[in-house]
């Protein structure tokens, strides 16, 4: 074998190993349909603002293993707590990430979309699709997701959590509104003429 040909193998073998590098660096779970929405927040947690609480604006939080919240504490208030301070997890650790959203009106939605991880850069895409038809009756709410990033290796990591606008005049069921939140879907959600929204967090695995 010439020098040539071995030179021209090896550069192939280089950029095909790369390549293959590159997609086992990147994982996505995505979803499908409309049935699966909602289904990529390992927990979720609806706040009506009659409670007395209120969230003027979406709010990102890593947070350390859930084993670490107090029992019976729920997932907003636990993630009240964790502002106060900045968790820290190692290789052993699960690693969650805390989303709330602003504040909203009950026949509004939100679903995760797309969970993406690209070296230690994760990137999760969420809709919140707006109500565009007529309230007779209308309470407000934030929803509060938890997404579990699993172990990761020692290192830095960062978080690009996108917020996309849809608006929608029509849901699976109109009669439920707020009550099926979980489960009952805009029918017609299209994108709306709003910016997306982009909250960013760093932390680290020891």
């Known amino acids: 074998m010439t020098r040539m040909k071995l030179t021209r193998i090896l550069l192939i073998w280089a950029a095909t190993s790369a390549m293959l590098n ?44 859930f084993a670490q919240k ?11 707590e964790l502002s106060e301070k900045k968790p820290a997890t190692t290789t052993a650790d699960d690693n969650w990430l805390i989303f709330r959203t602003r504040q909203l009106d009950d026949n509004d939605r939100v679903w995760i979309e797309k969970i993406e991880r690209s070296g230690n850069a994760f990137t999760i ?36 959590w ?6 929608f005049k029509q849901l699976e069921k109109p009669r439920e509104a707020q009550n099926n939140y979980q489960t009952n879907w805009p029918m017609d959600d299209q994108p709306s003429s709003g910016k997306p929204v982009e909250l960013k967090a760093n932390f680290s695995v020891q």
């Open 22 to 65: 590159s997609q086992e660096s990147t994982v996505i779970k995505t979803v499908k349909d409309r049935a699966q929405r909602g289904t990529l927040s390992d927990q979720r947690q609806l706040v009506r603002g009659d409670t007395g609480k209120w969230n003027d604006a979406a709010m990102l939080q890593h947070a350390p293993p």
């Open 70 to 80: 107090p029992q019976g504490m729920s997932l907003d208030d636990w993630a009240d």
């Open 125 to 160: 895409t969420m809709h919140e699709a707006i109500w565009q038809g007529n309230y007779f009756k209308t309470f407000t709410y934030y929803e509060v997701d938890a997404v579990n990033l699993g172990k990761l290796p020692p290192g830095g990591y960062t978080v690009k």
């Open 162 to 167: 996108i917020v996309k606008p849809l608006t």
